[in-house]
């Protein structure tokens, strides 16, 4: 899926050496043992560090919100993925959904368990140096984010890729 260069040999954990950048593999990579809360204990996606590892596999264009479709490449495979990746966490771990809202009207999901921040969709602001400050939150109930229509297809669909790439479907 990308070309990946360990920087000095080494792989750092929750990093990658990915077009001549070192960064963070996701926000809240340092508590990734995090184990899933739902009743699918049988599932090769047992801690959120798996759900992250597959999540890179399963994304596609057609997953990523619309006005970011066009731009889409392989290489930033986060990018308009972060309010069905929120559910997805929100799913599978609990916590809370958090949005974040820019001055250009854009949002931003992530997630917020057990008194750390997950955003498995960090990289596609790491790649561009933006910083975000998750402390400007609004947090969302869950049901909101489902309740577009697109959004909820994207799921499905996010789901169903996520399904293949693990094996469980």
Same mark, same amino acid.
């Given at each position: 899926?990308?070309?990946?260069?360990?920087?000095?040999?080494?792989? #750092?954990?929750?990093?990658?050496?990915?077009?001549?950048?070192? !960064? =963070?593999a996701f926000?809240?990579?340092?508590?990734?043992?995090? =184990?899933?809360?739902?009743?699918? =204990?049988?599932s090769k996606?047992?801690?959120?560090n +798996?759900? !992250?590892?597959? %999540?890179?596999? &399963?994304?596609s264009? +057609?997953? &990523?919100?619309? &006005?970011?479709? *066009?731009?889409?490449?392989?290489?930033?495979?986060?990018?308009? @993925?972060? &309010?069905?990746v929120?559910?997805? #966490?929100?799913?599978?771990?609990?916590? +809370?959904?958090?949005? %974040?809202?820019?001055?250009?009207?854009?949002?931003h999901?992530?997630?917020?368990?057990?008194?750390h921040?997950?955003? %498995?969709?960090?990289? @596609?602001? +790491?790649?561009?140096?933006?910083?975000?400050?998750? *402390?400007?939150?609004? =947090? #969302?109930?869950? *049901?909101?984010?489902?309740?577009? @229509?697109n959004?909820m297809?994207?799921?499905?669909?996010?789901?169903?890729?996520l399904?293949? #790439?693990?094996?469980?479907?």
């Amino acid at each position: 899926l990308f070309n990946i260069e360990p920087k000095n040999g080494y792989i #750092v954990f929750g990093e990658f050496w990915m077009t001549g950048k070192l !960064f =963070k593999a996701f926000e809240g990579h340092q508590f990734g043992n995090l =184990k899933r809360i739902d009743n699918k =204990k049988d599932s090769k996606i047992k801690t959120i560090n +798996d759900l !992250f590892e597959y %999540l890179m596999k &399963a994304h596609s264009k +057609d997953t &990523a919100h619309p &006005a970011c479709q *066009s731009s889409w490449v392989k290489s930033d495979p986060t990018y308009g @993925q972060c &309010a069905i990746v929120s559910m997805i #966490v929100n799913k599978m771990f609990g916590g +809370d959904i958090r949005k %974040l809202k820019f001055e250009d009207g854009n949002t931003h999901y992530f997630n917020f368990i057990n008194g750390h921040t997950y955003d %498995l969709t960090s990289m @596609q602001f +790491d790649l561009y140096n933006i910083e975000l400050d998750y *402390s400007k939150f609004i =947090k #969302v109930d869950a *049901s909101y984010c489902g309740k577009n @229509q697109n959004t909820m297809e994207r799921y499905n669909k996010l789901v169903h890729n996520l399904e293949k #790439v693990v094996g469980e479907k």
